[in-house]
């Protein structure tokens, strides 16, 4: 190799080694309580989802011009070294500021929003790390070859995919990725809640007087345990059936469970989707930050309240799920009023009597914006008109809908 290549690659090296250590650095601040406590404030702050999308995709842009410099002949350090060093000093930087503004300016921006572009910040370093680390055994010899090339250009799409997601913050913005994160806990609630009733509805065994041919009655010591051993293989596929009351309790809770969710397509209709920032409603970023803590933390309660059911602890199950319902009922008085202050469809409907049913079963009767018909519609009909006297208020539509009178309705609650 002639002195001047040989340079060029010592040179790349080091670039590299330095990077490496940035972003380290850049990891460890991400993982800190706070990285905006550890720089000077950025004095008027553009849109940090703004900075995350531009870096990203200049990162997109660099990474895959190193990627083809790394895998084609002639290798050529020098070229390598002047976009590793335009990454390190632009795009790495902006992402920590972008990071930085989110945690700086509170006001405006949910916490969750500034955690969200950690993580997904964070994705990025740790991915880029990879691809520096390969880029270093091609320059080395220890990377050439076919393997390196699939080495190379693999870390290279998994770098795309970070960037696309980092990218994918500013078409959400805060409104969107609410909603995206409030829908997969409310898609864990929906399966939480058929996963409960497929093992209450199984094929269920007594609880006693059943045998195990690895249970024989001639050993010793097993008689005592067969019971034990029974509940316990019995509960892990479906409930005993010599158990009513806690049946009673499981459907019970499945109901419950079932009002939770319909509080969650409530408030991602009525208090997620239309949210707006803080810079015109002060007050708004940490309350919707309030909604968030809570509509996360139900998941993990509804998963806490299986556990004690697939246990047999009728007693635990009662606590659980009475915590559960008191948190979401907590979010729902959170939530009452709309963010400008005033009463809205969603704070009439809690103000009635029963607050975790009519106010989300209300919400499924108002017409979406795709002009389907909501509950309010189908119920809400002459003849229903007719047999109620006119009387058509939600107490008579939700009574209506537990009932079952209208399949399709009481499918759609």
Same mark, same amino acid.
């Given at each position: 190799?002639?002195?001047?290549?040989?340079?060029?690659?010592?040179?790349?090296?080091?670039?590299?080694?330095?990077?490496?250590?940035?972003?380290?650095?850049?990891?460890?601040?991400?993982?800190?309580?706070?990285?905006?406590?550890?720089?000077?404030?950025?004095?008027?702050?553009?849109?940090?989802?703004?900075?995350?999308?531009?870096?990203?995709?200049?990162?997109?842009?660099?990474?895959?011009?190193?990627?083809?410099?790394?895998?084609?002949?002639?290798?050529?350090?020098?070229?390598?070294?002047?976009?590793?060093?335009?990454?390190?000093?632009?795009?790495?930087?902006?992402?920590?500021?972008?990071?930085?503004?989110?945690?700086?300016?509170?006001?405006?921006?949910?916490?969750?929003?500034?955690?969200?572009?950690?993580?997904?910040?964070?994705?990025?370093?740790?991915?880029?790390?990879?691809?520096?680390?390969?880029?270093?055994?091609?320059?080395?010899?220890?990377?050439?070859?076919?393997?390196?090339?699939?080495?190379?250009?693999?870390?290279?799409?998994?770098?795309?995919?970070?960037?696309?997601?980092?990218?994918?913050?500013?078409?959400?913005?805060?409104?969107?990725?609410?909603?995206?994160?409030?829908?997969?806990?409310?898609?864990?609630?929906?399966?939480?809640?058929?996963?409960?009733?497929?093992?209450?509805?199984?094929?269920?065994?007594?609880?006693?007087?059943?045998?195990?041919?690895?249970?024989?009655? $001639? !050993? =010793?010591?097993?008689?005592?345990? #067969? &019971?034990?051993?029974?509940?316990?293989?019995?509960? /892990?596929?479906?409930?005993? +059936?010599?158990?009513?009351?806690?049946?009673?309790?499981?459907?019970?809770?499945?109901?419950?469970?079932?009002?939770?969710?319909?509080?969650?397509?409530?408030?991602?209709?009525?208090?997620?989707?239309?949210?707006?920032?803080?810079?015109?409603?002060?007050?708004?970023?940490?309350?919707?930050?309030?909604?968030?803590?809570?509509?996360?933390?139900?998941?993990?309660?509804?998963?806490?309240?299986?556990?004690?059911?697939?246990?047999?602890?009728?007693?635990?199950?009662?606590?659980?799920?009475?915590?559960?319902?008191?948190?979401?009922?907590?979010?729902?008085?959170?939530?009452?009023?709309?963010?400008?202050?005033? $009463? !809205? =469809?969603?704070?009439?409907?809690? #103000? &009635?009597?029963?607050?975790?049913?009519?106010?989300? /079963?209300?919400?499924?009767? +108002?017409?979406?914006?795709?002009?389907?018909?909501?509950?309010?519609?189908?119920?809400?009909?002459?003849?229903?008109?007719?047999?109620?006297?006119?009387?058509?208020?939600?107490?008579?539509?939700?009574?209506?809908?537990?009932?079952?009178?209208?399949?399709?309705?009481?499918?759609?609650?």
């Amino acid at each position: 190799m002639p002195p001047s290549a040989a340079a060029d690659v010592q040179a790349l090296d080091a670039l590299i080694t330095s990077t490496l250590a940035l972003l380290s650095q850049f990891t460890t601040s991400l993982a800190a309580t706070s990285a905006a406590s550890t720089s000077a404030a950025i004095k008027g702050p553009p849109n940090p989802l703004d900075i995350l999308s531009d870096a990203s995709r200049l990162l997109k842009a660099h990474v895959t011009k190193i990627s083809l410099l790394a895998i084609n002949k002639p290798f050529t350090p020098s070229a390598i070294t002047t976009i590793i060093r335009e990454v390190a000093g632009t795009c790495l930087p902006a992402m920590m500021s972008a990071v930085q503004i989110c945690e700086q300016e509170e006001t405006i921006w949910p916490e969750f929003v500034g955690k969200e572009a950690q993580l997904r910040v964070r994705r990025v370093f740790r991915e880029m790390e990879s691809l520096l680390k390969e880029v270093r055994n091609i320059s080395q010899g220890t990377g050439a070859g076919l393997g390196g090339k699939r080495d190379s250009l693999s870390c290279t799409g998994v770098v795309w995919e970070a960037c696309d997601a980092l990218a994918e913050l500013r078409k959400l913005g805060i409104a969107g990725l609410a909603v995206q994160k409030a829908e997969q806990w409310r898609d864990t609630i929906k399966d939480a809640i058929e996963e409960l009733k497929e093992w209450m509805e199984g094929e269920a065994l007594d609880s006693e007087g059943q045998k195990d041919a690895l249970l024989d009655s $001639d !050993d =010793e010591g097993v008689d005592g345990d #067969a &019971d034990s051993f029974d509940d316990i293989f019995n509960a /892990a596929n479906s409930m005993p +059936a010599d158990r009513p009351e806690l049946k009673v309790l499981v459907e019970k809770a499945v109901e419950k469970l079932r009002r939770v969710g319909l509080l969650y397509n409530a408030l991602i209709k009525r208090r997620l989707k239309v949210y707006r920032s803080a810079g015109e409603v002060k007050g708004n970023a940490k309350r919707v930050d309030e909604i968030m803590v809570d509509l996360r933390a139900i998941p993990h309660m509804i998963d806490e309240l299986a556990s004690t059911f697939y246990d047999l602890d009728e007693e635990r199950a009662r606590i659980v799920l009475d915590k559960c319902v008191a948190r979401a009922k907590g979010v729902a008085t959170l939530a009452a009023k709309s963010y400008d202050g005033n $009463d !809205d =469809e969603f704070t009439e409907a809690r #103000a &009635d009597a029963n607050q975790l049913d009519v106010c989300m /079963a209300r919400e499924s009767m +108002a017409p979406d914006k795709g002009g389907k018909k909501g509950l309010r519609e189908t119920y809400g009909g002459p003849l229903f008109l007719k047999r109620t006297n006119g009387m058509c208020n939600d107490g008579l539509l939700l009574d209506a809908i537990r009932r079952g009178k209208r399949k399709q309705g009481k499918d759609r609650v």
